[in-house]
């Protein structure tokens, strides 16, 4: 299994530019996730998603918006880039509640 | 509000030590409560679980406690490595939403040889 792979690694976006993030796993897994971490902060939760076709808010949706149209994939598209956005992120996904997460290696993104 | 809370201050210990790390949460009711490790330029990696009816959780050299009456968990990690050295953030599963796991700012842990 590769696990869950995020792509790009790195970005640079000029301010009002978009982009998705792109996720995938390959674990089957039902619970897909978006952090956003700051430098020296915690993660700070985006969207989440139970299965295909469910999502919803975290605690810092403004500026995002996901789509979950398989069950591998979960994409994070940011409209109209803000320097705000200057972040790493990170998709992670989990079997159901009360397993462990598995994360991807994180984009990091600069918005100039 | 709801908050999670852990030490921004680095702990800084012998090799061969006891490291405990604190993790305390305020208006929140958590149904798991998870430990993490994060290395620098990498994403986080699972290391324990306990549930909201356990008290303690042990693998190997680690150790998680947890208070529901004092709303704290403790992660131990004995006979500490300078391998150990990384970030550990704490997080949990809200239990009016078993979907989410919202994440604590993480303590840095630096183990000395």
């Known amino acids: 299994n590769a696990g869950v792979t995020q792509t790009p690694k790195f970005r640079i976006l000029k301010i009002g530019q978009s982009m998705t993030l792109q996720c995938a796993q390959d674990?089957?897994?039902?619970?897909m996730y978006w952090y956003r971490q700051d430098p020296g902060m915690g993660l700070k939760l985006i969207y989440y998603s139970v299965g295909a076709g469910i999502t919803d808010k975290g605690e810092v949706p403004n500026g995002y918006n996901v789509s979950r149209s398989t069950t591998e994939d979960f994409p994070l598209r940011l409209e109209l880039a803000a320097p705000s956005q200057t972040s790493v992120y990170f998709c992670?996904?989990?079997?159901?509640?009360?397993?462990?997460?598995?994360f991807g290696s994180g984009t990091q993104l600069s918005v100039l | 509000s709801q908050k999670i809370e852990q030490n921004s201050e680095a702990l800084n210990i012998q090799e061969g030590k006891t490291a405990t790390l604190t993790c305390n949460y305020t208006n929140y009711s958590p149904a798991y409560l998870q430990w993490y490790r994060q290395d620098p330029g990498r994403g986080p990696v699972f290391l324990l679980l306990?549930?909201?009816?356990?008290k303690e959780k042990r693998k190997e050299r680690l150790k998680v406690t947890f208070d529901t009456t004092l709303k704290q968990s403790l992660f131990h990690i004995t006979a500490s490595q300078p391998a150990d050295s990384a970030t550990y953030l704490c997080a949990l599963t809200p239990s009016d939403s078993s979907y989410k796991l919202i994440f604590g700012s993480g303590t840095r842990l630096l183990v000395r040889p």
């Open positions: 992670a996904s989990t079997t159901f509640s009360g397993t462990g997460v598995d």
């Open positions: 306990i549930r909201e009816n356990e």
């Open positions: 674990m089957n897994h039902n619970y």
